[in-house]
């Protein structure tokens, strides 16, 4: 299961590919510079995104990253989503420029908090906050002479028209987890391709271009066939996808 997981995420768009790097990553490599010497200094963080698709992490103000990012905001992301098997480098990874920043928007907080329920106990220290990343530059590595750059516009959001949807999602998280879970489940097994699909997945997030789902097998990315910008048609677009991938998946073990 795993392994079907991390192929999703490559596309022919490297954009694309991107994005879907961003939106199923749990976990990243961060890149900062040593505040003393000004050598580089690499440590893992786990990952969520905004609504637009920018990386988030949370911190503590004591751990040596966090002290690097306030002497110099500078820093780098890596997100690999490469397999075990065969040649590693033969998959898809992003890596990441731009600044931190810390982020007081609930709506990011929460997003991040949904993605890593366990990290709501250490959120409550006063030594930790919740920051965005503004990415500046992004290379992406999708194998053997597929390489390029790209620049924030190609990969974030436009959510400026989504506002009301951006204000609804955590309404539509919870009525999704606790009455449609055949639904999430449907939509994991169209993407997956299979028909013994684990019932556990549960959904993170959703923006104008799709949504998230997260289970105990990893994470996918479910894209709309169109853009939405509102609950009503966020409504539309989620059963839209259940009769799509019921269509499609008949025989799926939900």
């Given amino acids: 299961m795993t392994d079907q997981i991390a192929k999703s995420a490559f596309n022919p768009s490297p954009a694309a590919a991107v ?23 690499a440590s893992l963080v786990t990952l969520a995104t905004a609504a637009d698709g920018a990386p ?9 990253h966090t002290q690097n990012i306030l002497a110099d905001p500078r820093a780098g992301l890596l997100i690999d989503a490469t397999s075990a098997e065969g040649d590693p480098l033969a ?15 609930e709506n990011e907080k929460r997003r991040f908090l949904t993605r ?3 990290a709501e106990m250490y959120a409550a220290f006063s030594d930790f906050a919740f920051y965005r990343f503004t990415i500046e ?30 204000d609804a999602e955590s309404d539509i998280l919870e009525h999704m987890n606790a009455d449609h879970t ?3 489940a449907l939509y994991a097994a169209h993407k997956i391709g299979g028909q013994q699909v684990p019932s556990d997945w549960k959904m993170s997030g ?19 066939a169109n853009p939405i910008a509102t609950p009503g048609e966020a409504r539309k677009a989620l059963a839209a996808l259940a009769t799509e991938a019921r269509d499609k998946n008949p025989k799926a073990n939900i």
């Fill in 19 to 41: 994005k879907i790097l961003l939106r199923q990553a749990l976990k990243a490599a961060l890149a900062t510079l040593d505040r003393q010497t000004g050598s580089p200094y």
């Fill in 56 to 64: 988030l992490i949370l911190i503590s103000r004591l751990a040596v």
């Fill in 91 to 105: 998959g898809g990874r992003v890596s990441l420029t731009g600044r931190l920043s810390v982020t007081e928007n």
């Fill in 116 to 118: 890593h329920p366990h």
């Fill in 137 to 166: 530059r992004a290379h992406f590595v999708g194998g053997f002479g597929r390489i390029v750059d790209l620049e924030p516009r190609d990969i974030l959001i436009d959510v400026s028209a989504a506002a009301s949807l951006v």
């Fill in 182 to 184: 055949d639904a999430i």
């Fill in 206 to 224: 959703i923006d104008p271009e799709g949504l998230d789902i997260i289970g105990r097998s990893g994470t996918l990315r479910i894209d709309f």
